[in-house]
């Protein structure tokens, strides 16, 4: 519903419309459920219907049960993998850790938008304007947030019964509307996570930093959990780790819902009553306004971009390296367990060979997603100060489109080199701690070996800024989304070669289970240097367009 | 004068989107030393003639030129020259008001730092403050600070006062004016008629993205209507037929209205009505303004023209 249209309502009936901001987020929220519902949808039956097609024999079923329902590599990566020799075991399995990350992000990224983002636009003093109190508004703005959650559970549940009454499927009415609602759980908590740190932060940037940091802190948790049966216990410490043991499909706990729907509660009624207890526009944490300047950096536009740049940046590469230091970590005693048959699952993973290197191969795979996401982020961070018009100042002064463009883009490849040596290092320092046995100089190969794929993402966003600047983040985002999806497809079902080469992941070498393909990986580089340079290009020749 | 000598020179200055055209065949000139007040309402090709001056978009057709040189071309160049002032103020919400008038002066390449400091006292600024706790007046006023202090030969000022107190608007018509005495052009787009009334050398008024009327304020009062008010012992008279005249508003025994050509007619309608008391005088700026809307000015004070 148009801002306008919220104003005008009043109007028409002579009296305040009840629950109206309530109304307002979930309309504003309803589009983007829905389309999560589809992918969640999409993603839940193709991996269902996948399974009878590759796993056709018993036997075959039995070896995947063998390999992953006691491997603690891939329980630490993906959760845990009880019943694989069944459909209902498989989808879990596929299916749920990645359900749940997505879920969780698109929780607090919508709910700190919602909520902190507005407030820092502007709109929120529109909202507060009318006759509300903050606590009701953000009570209000929750309700309609969870009005887009239960969106998505239910086109999830929807396309899980379709699927599930195929006769290779066969799943009943209630075990799809509980496995959408294990599913979808992540998502709902988030969204009372990031109205938390709406609270706390005086920026969206940062409050959506601070929510992203628990999901981080929380997948950490469960990993160490799933890692060995001696801290199987942390599950418990883990927002994470209370989905995981909801079992969908495979053995159901509903009583595991309790803590969600407490913590959910909990989490809820403290950002209504923090909203009531600070001022508009301000954060609960203290926030000093005033300060001695520090030029350092603003000589011109490189080194702006690097000031504005280089916390962004520092966040991303201090998570790479916690993450990289949690597998490390683990690596050895997850490792442990891929022998003998086991190896050629993980081969179908992207990672050949056996031991911490398998595992570790695998594990750099999802930081290659992590720093390729780095990458989108640089991209949006460079069109929203187009959109903003922040930029407007920088081009005004006797400074070049071309050299704006391009320090954006140097910092945005400094930054990913960053975190990919970052990876390489602290996977090496995890290992080392735990007397693993991979050498600093093939953790820093694999660490500079999952940044030709984010160099190819920047390079993508880049020349969609200089084309379609206004979609430059869709687009960025699609190449990887579709990227992820194939991938993990790949991983356990897709066998079509033509498929597998569209998502930038399959071109990697799985390192350091195998040795990096620098090859592959100089052309990856070149694509995206060139896309870049196309995308300079355009830029200089169009207009600027804003929001 | 050579037209090289302009700070500002377009010919045939156009820029469509689609089917709808936002500037079409805008001629100007604007000298050295010279304010010029650019006027119209949203939407009326303002701020596309500005974006389309420092090269953020591209002519559909025709160009500009700043101090000689090609805007197009060789942007970079023109920017030396240049100082902006947008209509928004978005600026780095983690910079303090310091940093950022550090950036603009060093992006820009010229900034007189004792300059700077009278005018952050003028305009009564904390720059200790991050911008993101400035009110939208403060960042404006961060904005007004960054362009003067750069001391460059061509102004171009987008809505500058808009959030400004009218205490910082004062400062700000001072700070206009020193410019001028010192030989800077000033492009000055503003809503606030007072302010170009009281600035500004020469006027141009857009409507729908076409020039409308320019020249200086008493050109265009001489090709304009005069206002006449006149008070009556009895009842007013019905002028609907008295030729030239438009505009009129009646209250109780008065009435205002404008005469265009010969006010023989209209003083003998007013004569032989029993006039009692005549007031002849010039249209002010926001009269004139007005009139080439097709609309007259309402009994009551307008502050400005909507939105």
């Known amino acids: 519903m148009p801002a306008d249209a919220v104003v005008a309502a009043p109007a028409r009936t002579g009296r305040p419309v009840p629950l109206l901001i309530a109304r307002y987020t979930a309309e504003r929220s309803l589009r983007s459920g829905a389309l999560w519902g589809c992918v969640f949808g999409v993603i839940v039956a193709s991996s269902a219907l996948s399974y009878n097609r590759i796993y056709q024999t018993s036997t075959e079923r039995q070896r995947l049960a063998a390999t992953f329902g006691v491997n603690h590599a891939a329980s630490a990566l993906f959760g845990p993998a009880p019943e694989l020799q069944t459909v209902a075991g498989f989808t879990v399995f596929k299916v749920s850790m990645l359900l749940i990350i997505i879920g969780a992000i698109w929780g607090l990224l919508t709910s700190t938008r919602q909520l902190r983002g507005d407030e820092d636009a502007g709109r929120w003093d529109l909202l507060l304007g009318g006759p509300t109190t903050r606590a009701r508004a953000v009570g209000q703005v929750l309700a309609g947030l969870g009005t887009g959650a239960t969106v998505i559970w239910a086109v999830t549940a929807v396309l899980t019964m379709a699927v599930g009454r195929s006769s290779a499927v066969h799943f009943s009415v209630t075990a799809s509307l509980y496995f959408a609602l294990a599913m979808t759980a992540s998502a709902v908590e988030f969204l009372a996570v990031g109205a938390v740190t709406s609270q706390l932060a005086p920026t969206r940037r940062q409050a959506a930093g601070y929510a992203a940091a628990f999901l981080g802190v929380s997948y950490g948790l469960r990993m160490v959990a799933d890692a060995g049966p001696g801290l199987h216990a942390l599950i418990w410490a883990s927002p994470l780790g209370w989905l995981e043991q909801l079992q969908p499909l495979t053995g159901p706990r509903p009583l595991a819902l309790i803590p969600v729907a407490a913590f959910t509660a909990a989490l809820a009624a403290l950002a209504v009553l923090l909203a009531g207890r600070r001022d508009a526009g301000k954060g609960m944490l203290p926030d000093r306004n005033t300060r001695a300047p520090r030029t350092r950096l603003l000589s011109g536009p490189t080194g702006l971009t690097a000031r504005l740049a280089l916390p962004a940046a520092l966040g991303w590469a201090a998570g790479t390296a916690l993450a990289a230091v949690l597998i490390g970590t683990i690596a050895k005693a997850a490792g442990a367990t891929i022998e003998g048959s086991e190896r050629q699952v993980f081969s179908r993973l992207g990672a050949p060979g056996s031991g911490a290197a398998a595992f570790s191969g695998i594990a750099f795979l999802i930081l290659a997603i992590v720093i390729a996401f780095q990458a989108a982020s640089a991209v949006n961070a460079a069109r929203d100060e187009e959109a903003d018009g922040r930029l407007d100042h920088v081009l005004a002064a006797p400074v070049s489109r071309s050299r704006w463009f391009a320090g954006r883009l140097l910092a945005g490849i400094a930054a990913l080199l960053f975190s990919g040596i970052a990876a390489g290092i602290f996977t090496w320092t995890g290992e080392a701690a735990q007397g693993g046995g991979i050498s600093l100089p093939a953790a820093l190969d694999a660490g500079l070996n999952i940044v030709p794929p984010a160099l190819f993402a920047l390079g993508a966003g880049a020349l969609a800024a200089g084309c379609w600047p206004r979609r430059a983040g869709t687009v960025v985002y699609v190449v990887l989304g579709w990227s992820v999806l194939v991938q993990f497809a790949g991983g356990f079902a897709v066998q079509n070669r033509w498929l597998l080469d569209t998502s930038l992941f399959h071109q990697m070498a799985s390192a350091p289970a195998v040795p990096p393909d620098w090859q592959v990986n100089g052309i990856l580089t070149g694509l995206g240097l060139t896309a870049m340079l196309l995308g300079m290009r355009t830029f200089r020749h169009r207009d600027l367009q804003g929001a | ?307």
């Not at chain 2, 045939?12 to 000298?31: E, F, I, M, P, W």
């Not at chain 2, 953020?56 to 902006?84: K, L, M, S, W, Y």
């Not at chain 2, 550090?102 to 200790?128: K, M, N, T, V």
């Not at chain 2, 008391?277 to 809307?293: G, K, Q, T, W």
Request: hydrophobic share 40%.
């Open chain 2, 1 to 307: 004068m050579a037209q090289a000598e302009l700070a500002i020179r377009t010919r045939g200055l156009s820029k469509h989107y689609g089917r709808v055209t936002a500037l079409a065949d805008l001629d100007l000139d604007l000298a050295p030393g010279e304010v010029m007040g650019y006027l119209g309402p949203n939407g009326a090709g303002k701020t596309t003639t500005i974006r389309l001056l420092l090269g953020f978009i591209r002519p559909t057709a025709g160009r500009a030129e700043i101090f000689g040189t090609d805007c197009q071309r060789n942007p970079d160049i023109t920017h030396r020259r240049v100082a902006f002032v947008p209509a928004e103020a978005s600026l780095w919400p983690s910079l303090t008001g310091a940093e950022t008038l550090h950036l603009l002066g060093r992006l820009h390449g010229q900034a007189d730092s004792s300059y700077r400091d009278e005018l952050i006292a003028r305009f009564d600024l904390d720059p200790s403050k991050k911008v993101r706790a400035y009110s939208r007046g403060n960042r404006q006023k961060v904005l007004l600070i960054g362009a003067l202090m750069t001391r460059a030969e061509l102004l171009v000022l987008d809505e500058p006062t808009s959030g400004l107190d009218p205490l910082m608007e004062v400062a700000f018509r001072h700070c206009v004016t020193e410019a001028r005495e010192r030989g800077q052009a000033v492009f000055l787009s503003s809503h606030v008629l007072s302010e170009v009334e009281a600035l500004c050398d020469r006027v141009v008024i857009l409507r729908d993205g076409r020039v409308a009327e320019s020249g200086t304020l008493s050109e265009m009062r001489h090709l304009s209507a005069v206002t006449i008010e006149a008070t009556f012992a009895g009842e007013v008279p019905d002028l609907s037929t008295v030729p030239g005249v438009s505009g009129v508003v009646t209250e109780g025994h008065s009435l205002r209205c404008q005469v265009a050509g010969p006010v023989q007619p209209l003083l003998t309608a007013l004569a032989n009505a029993g006039v009692t008391r005549l007031l002849v005088r010039e249209p002010s700026l926001e009269e004139l303004f007005l009139a080439y809307y097709g609309q007259s000015v309402p009994s009551e004070g307008v502050a400005g023209v909507a939105g």
